[in-house]
């Protein structure tokens, strides 16, 4: 099993930043993946970011490419999503995810999920 846990989240005005960390706990998986994705009331869940574990693959969902930017510490078995120039259109639960192996990383077919962080961008 794996344990996901969220922080970070909080409100912010339009323009300003916020990190997210995500800590993962118990079974972590090497050859595997993070993903960031955000869940608005009424809206479906929708794909963020994700990176490997290696690093070698990193995507950004087009909403936030430019803005955002995912990271990872492997010794902390920690992911961060930097988020820049925030809009109000950003506001969401944000939920991080694992994933055992690199496919399909921009799909909602993760492993593990953590119970989010709520971020509010006010205009």
């Known amino acids: 099993q794996v344990q996901l846990v969220e922080s970070g989240g909080g409100l912010v005005q339009a323009g300003g930043s916020l990190r997210l960390s995500c800590a993962a706990s118990?079974?972590?998986?090497?050859?595997?993946?993070m993903g960031w994705f955000r869940q608005a009331p009424g809206k479906e869940r929708e794909f963020v970011a994700a990176?490997?574990?290696?690093?070698?693959?990193?995507y950004y969902a087009d909403s936030v490419k430019g803005r955002f930017t995912i990271s990872r510490d492997n010794d902390k078995n920690t992911v961060y999503l930097q988020m820049n120039s925030l809009k109000p259109e950003d506001t969401a639960a944000y939920l991080c995810?694992?994933?055992?192996?690199?496919?399909?990383?921009?799909?909602?077919?993760?492993?593990?999920w953590g119970q989010g962080t709520q971020v509010t961008v006010s205009s």
């Open positions: 995810a694992a994933k055992k192996v690199i496919v399909a990383l921009r799909t909602k077919n993760y492993d593990y």
């Open positions: 118990g079974r972590t998986f090497s050859n595997g993946a």
């Open positions: 990176i490997s574990w290696s690093g070698g693959y990193i």
